[in-house]
């Protein structure tokens, strides 16, 4: 609302009263002919000067509520929210004082006139005069009611804006909120999902873990078992071993003293235990020999001969067994 001083609009009534009260009767009764033609030019002169007045006025207004609006829009809400009542509350303070005073003139101005055209004008004139006086006030009633319907329709729109824009305020600052709430939402649950992704990682790397420890003992248990079977095997292998050799050398020493026209050593070729001679071997040429591992079960081997009831090869090693006695 624009703060400068408003000029005093002149007074039509008084204007014709101080014509009246400096001229002569004459010229009062001429004034009173032509009083229709001087009221009606300074009634639309009166038009123009607050037609113009209210113009200026709006387009003031206009200007500075534009201005000011965007001044407020820079500020903080809550600093625009204040400096907005702030300026609401001095508007319709100025407005009620100027319509107070404005109220004030007008009572002062009838009471005025009507004192004085009682006790100064005749009858006629008092009667024209009224007449006068009562198009007049009708038509200033007019143009008053337009002004205020003017004002009221301003003072409505600037309220308008005003409120568009306490509620674009508003509605930014509650869209801030919820998206602070909304962010704080997300990162408790993201907090929370990662917290419950660690336990189940941890879970399940126990279980893993657990599963993995199971797994290498059973097979840690495995290899005992395998390495004692070897080590089984390769004891029976080397009683085997012995066994063959013993029975080589016995069979030998028997040639040796049993024929004494050839040497053992020349009749006979020492094996490995486990071997046995190619079926294609030519027994005229000693040198070129085959030998072929023996289907036989050591790791089941033990030192007195015997095989493990639980071998399905039992049956076998004993046909082997009673072969070779």
């Not at 609009?9 to 101080?18: A, K």
């Not at 080589?248 to 040796?256: P, T």
Request: hydrophobic fraction near 35%.
């Amino acid at each position: 609302m624009s703060r400068k001083p408003v000029r005093k609009v002149p007074d039509s009534l008084e204007l014709i009263e101080r014509i009246l009260q400096r001229t002569t009767l004459t010229t009062q009764k001429v004034g009173h002919k032509t009083v229709e033609d001087v009221g009606g030019k300074v009634y639309y002169d009166f038009l123009d000067f607050t037609r113009k007045e209210r113009d200026n006025a709006v387009d003031n207004a206009v200007r500075e509520t534009q201005e000011a609006a965007d001044r407020r829009l820079k500020k903080r809400l809550e600093e625009a929210r204040k400096k907005a009542e702030a300026d609401k509350k001095q508007a319709l303070e100025e407005a009620r004082l100027e319509a107070e005073r404005t109220a004030a003139r007008v009572a002062d101005a009838r009471d005025q006139l009507e004192a004085e055209r009682i006790a100064k004008l005749t009858w006629a004139f008092k009667i024209e005069k009224e007449d006068a006086l009562q198009k007049q006030w009708e038509e200033c009633e007019r143009i008053k009611k337009k002004a205020v319907e003017d004002a009221i329709a301003a003072t409505t729109r600037r309220l308008r804006k005003e409120f568009a824009l306490e509620k674009e305020l508003a509605v930014a600052k509650a869209l801030s909120l919820a998206r602070e709430k909304f962010k704080k939402r997300l990162e408790e649950a993201i907090r929370a999902t990662r917290v419950e992704c660690e336990r189940i990682a941890a879970e399940e790397a126990a279980r893993v873990a657990k599963l993995h420890r199971e797994e290498v003992l059973r097979l840690e248990h495995i290899i005992e078992d395998l390495q004692r079977q070897i080590c089984d095997e390769i004891e029976a292998r080397e009683m085997v071993q012995n066994d063959f050799k013993a029975i080589q050398q016995d069979y030998r020493r028997f040639l040796d003293y049993t024929d004494g026209k050839y040497h053992s050593d020349y009749l006979m070729r020492l094996r490995k235990h486990g071997m046995r001679y190619d079926v294609n071997w030519d027994r005229r040429s000693s040198e070129d020999v085959d030998i072929f591992p023996l289907p036989t079960f050591l790791h089941n081997y033990t030192r007195q001969g015997k095989v493990r009831a639980d071998d399905p090869s039992a049956k076998v090693n004993r046909f082997v067994a009673v072969h070779s006695r």
